[in-house]
């Protein structure tokens, strides 16, 4: 019989049982696709001339304060595959374009310099910024309401200007927490803007990988058994989990589904599945006949299309829209029509390209929204079944639905199992104060 069972085989599974693995627990781990890697995973799609290409589900970016997320990585070997970019560049429609990188102050007033110098906010934007930035860091420890507002009703309250809101809180914050500002909880809010840009100099540099996210997760891990293609159909507390019509048991069984998919197998648990809700990202995938940019990335202001990646010498982009709910309903080749239409609007060099393919993906359940008062329906990693523990992003990790997130939760559940088996261990890697 296994230590521990782990449910779904997304980042909080896999960094449960790697945890657990690293510490000699032998585990067993189901994960219902082909392919590991839950929402932040890539696959194969057709290029239509008999040929595939591998796609990353939609882009995934972490920042550097996201040292849980890094620490998995490490474990499982390809932490060199994360590159980090060291500045963000912000673009007009137009094409002007600033750029938001570390100076030569030290933190907060690190980005004192970019701010300056940016064209794409006045002067009394500027200082509004500064006033709320500053409000932010005494603010953070003081309040206790931010879990009940919004990060809406905060910047309000705090009289940011529209245009400033729009082009700094919202492009920044809803491609963080996927949810507009008017039902985005402040707390996440602040926290994104304190660990990522002013708790110190160097945690807002991006990291994104350099291959494919798949391939972040083929290498194994010790004391692992992986099974793929195998879907838990039920559980059962002493008979264990249902695969493939076969009862499997172990001593612990850890969930690392999502909600929706936990209401269905655990319906008995205390939890009030109702109150996550989901929100959308749309990734649009294009493929010029020639290079249209140089750039490795930009957020574009004003327009729906939030981010453009540069996926492959600058043929290859993939644009961002988080928070994507009006897309829902849209047909594919009018998401891609609208694409190009904005595009070509900040790199003007599209105009003269030949569109030769397209990709839309369009994640209806990209992450739950992050809204306040529900960080306290979050469910903890130990349950009313004794032998039964709850990962996921969903779960009270004490991020957002992020992969940052989704570790978290994988490594407090994995304490939580260690202690029960009687073995305890640390995992989980503190945020900076
Ligand atoms: C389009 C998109 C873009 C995103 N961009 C970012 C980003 O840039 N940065 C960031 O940090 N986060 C991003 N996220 C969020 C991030 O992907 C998730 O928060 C994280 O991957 C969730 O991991 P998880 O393990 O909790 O859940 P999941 O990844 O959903 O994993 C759950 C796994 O359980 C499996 N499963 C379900 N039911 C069963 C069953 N009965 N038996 C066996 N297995 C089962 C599923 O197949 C799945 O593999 C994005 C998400 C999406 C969808």
Known sequence: MKDAIVIGGGLAGLATAAALGSQGFQVELFEAKPFLGGRATSYSIPLGDGQEEEIDNCQHILLKCCVNLLDFYRRMGVVEGIEFHRE??????????????????????????SFLRA?????????????AMLALRLERRSRKDLD???????????????????????????????????QMAAAHGFQVMWLGFMAASDTYEMGIPKVRLGQLYRGGIENVVQRER???????????????????????????????????????LPIDYNAFEPSSITGIHLWFDRPVTTMPHGTLL?????????????????????ASEQMLKMQRQEIIDLAMGELVEFLPAVAAATLIKAHVVKEAKATFRAKPGLEAKRPLSRTSIPNLFLAGDWTRSGWPATMEGAVRSGYLAAEAVSEYLGRPARFLIPDLS
Do not use: C
Not at 243 to 261: L, N
């Open 88 to 113: 963000f560049y912000f673009m007009e429609p137009g094409g002007r374009t600033s750029s938001l990188r570390r100076g030569i102050l030290p933190a907060p007033l690190h980005f004192a310099e």
């Open 230 to 268: 195998a879907s838990v159909e039920a559980f059962h507390p002493e008979r264990g989990v249902l695969v493939a019509g076969e009862w499997v048991t172990g001593k612990v069984y850890i969930s690392a589904v999502p909600s929706d998919r936990l209401a269905r197998l655990v319906p008995q």
């Open 119 to 131: 064209t794409w906010l006045t002067f009394g934007e500027k200082l509004a910024l500064g006033r």
């Open 302 to 322: 004003d327009r729906n299309i939030q981010w453009f990646y540069n996926k492959g010498e600058g043929r290859y982009l993939m644009l961002v829209v988080s």
């Open 148 to 182: 009940q507002i919004s990060m809406l009703y905060w910047l309000k309250e705090k009289k940011q200007p529209a245009r400033l809101i729009e082009r700094f809180w919202r492009q920044v914050l809803l491609s963080a927490i996927n949810v507009e500002l008017d």
